[in-house]
């Protein structure tokens, strides 16, 4: 469990410098200037990752029941994850309307995926990774929208174009990854 708590360390960290040091963080782009900064960024990231990976791994081998999910809550993550991925194909596709609407849809995914992996897992280990995801994109949600009203932040007008296509790339990612990935990376079969 250690290995996977600090991977989210790292990686949750560093994904937490605007939130917590936004003005630390800008002293070291103008000091290091931006690809050194992007780069080591980058690695402490990846090094996160990675020990997330692991230690989710090693974690599995021990594990510590802390609820039963009922049936229908399974299944039901299967429709936040769905949700997940269009909000994360439409964090990329531009100009569609449900990033114009919710601003910061790639956080919302992140929400949406961890909160219905809660409801679907009862081991300790998927509290701690799922509850940790939870939190920190709640919390950096809250942050970016302070921050979009304080900077005065104007997201372009999605188009029904742009909202077709972010829907079905993320309607069709999910579908592969749930009918296929998911089994052959996490070893779990979602949908069956």
Same mark, same amino acid.
Do not use: H, Q, T
């Given at each position: 469990m250690? #290995? %996977?708590?600090l991977g989210l360390v790292l990686f949750l960290g560093a994904h937490s410098l605007r939130i917590f040091a936004d003005g630390w963080r800008a002293r070291q782009i103008a000091r290091l200037g931006e690809?050194?900064?992007? /780069? !080591?960024?980058? %690695?402490?990231?990846? &090094?996160?990752?990675? !020990? +997330?990976?692991? /230690?989710? &791994? %090693? &974690?599995?081998h021990h594990p510590v029941p802390l609820y039963t999910p009922l049936p229908w809550l399974v299944r039901l993550n299967a429709l936040f994850t769905l949700v997940a991925f269009v909000l %994360? $194909?439409? $964090?990329? #596709?531009?100009?569609? /309307? +449900?990033? &114009?609407r919710l601003h910061h849809p790639q956080v919302l995914a992140v929400k949406t995926w961890a909160f219905g992996h809660l409801l679907a897992t009862g081991m300790l280990h998927d509290m701690v990774l799922f509850g940790a995801f939870l939190l920190w994109a709640v919390v950096l949600f809250a942050a970016s929208r302070r921050r979009d009203r304080r900077e005065g932040t104007v997201y372009p007008p999605g188009t029904a174009k742009g909202t077709i296509i972010a829907i079905v790339i993320g309607v069709v990612a999910w579908a592969v990854f749930a009918f296929w990935l998911h089994a052959l990376l996490i070893g779990v079969k979602p949908v069956m």
């Open positions: 250690s #290995v %996977l708590i690809k050194k900064w992007k /780069g !080591l960024y980058s %690695l402490v990231a990846v &090094a996160g990752f990675v !020990l +997330i990976c692991w /230690g989710f &791994a %090693l &974690a599995r %994360l $194909a439409a $964090a990329r #596709v531009p100009r569609n /309307g +449900i990033k &114009a």
